[in-house]
């Protein structure tokens, strides 16, 4: 069944109205005709079984069905803090990062990224990050689409993080898989979560010092060199695991 999502806004008792680009993509491209069932999430817990009655000229009316109450998002905001790769690689560590359930993506300037952005170029990166974030937020059954900040510079990136309660920043020289034990074991549910992944390359030992100077703690993610794509989705995964277990007293 397609997925999409809209605003509480656009949500009237019993209707909803689907506009915009959701609108053509509905009509045009899936070819949705009336009298078949979409589903359509309000970014919070509420899913909606809905019916297509008709096509305007500027939106589709959709009438609710069936509404659910599903709540699949993880019980803490995880923030993931990318130092820019090369390539399209950015596009898959959204792409996976969103079906782990992360909250929010920041884009971050590193000093050994390889990649330059001006602010055109950012722009565009951003939109079309966006639009990948929302792809797979429809395709894995968020009920919200996890946001992609504008690029940040590393110092900007750690201020923006000082409001987190946990934050970590996985670091080969970290002494051992207890690193991450320790700090994985502490996290409660509820609690905010920042983790910082470098590019290519890694961090520079300075942002490595700058970072645990905000009480940034440094963990491992095991014997092997990880590639920066890897590294993001491994501490979600772990992320993941542990706070699905929590809420579910396991």
Not at 50 to 65: F, G, M, N, P, T
Request: glycine share 6%.
């Amino acid at each position: 069944m397609h997925h999409f999502f809209v605003e509480p806004t656009q949500i009237c008792g019993d209707t909803i109205a689907i506009e915009g680009s959701d609108l053509n993509h509905m009509k045009n491209v899936l070819r949705i005709k009336p009298g078949e069932s979409v589903e359509i999430s309000d970014g919070s817990s509420n899913r909606y079984i809905c019916e297509v009655d008709e096509y305007e000229q500027d939106s589709a009316r959709l009438h609710i069905c069936d509404k659910i109450q599903d709540d699949v998002e993880l019980p803490s905001r995880i923030y993931l803090f990318q130092g820019l790769p090369k390539a399209d690689k950015m596009e898959l560590i959204i792409q996976k990062a969103v079906e782990l359930g992360v909250y929010e993506v920041v884009p971050v300037v590193t000093k050994r990224a390889v990649v330059k952005l001006d602010e055109k170029k950012a722009a565009k990166k951003v939109a079309r990050w966006n639009a990948i974030a929302e792809g797979a937020a429809k395709q894995s059954g968020r009920n919200r689409i996890p946001e992609v900040h504008d690029v940040m510079t590393f110092a900007e990136a750690l201020e923006f993080a000082k409001s987190l309660d946990v934050r970590l920043i996985p670091y080969e020289k970290a002494e051992g898989m207890g690193t991450m034990k320790s700090a994985v074991d502490q996290i409660k549910p509820g609690e905010s979560i920042g983790v910082f992944i470098g590019p290519e390359g890694g961090f520079e030992e300075a942002e490595i010092e700058q970072a645990m100077e905000q009480e940034i703690i440094p963990v491992s993610l095991g014997k092997r060199i990880l590639r920066t794509e890897t590294a993001g989705l491994t501490i979600l995964s772990i992320l993941m695991y542990h706070l699905e277990c929590e809420i579910h007293n396991l």
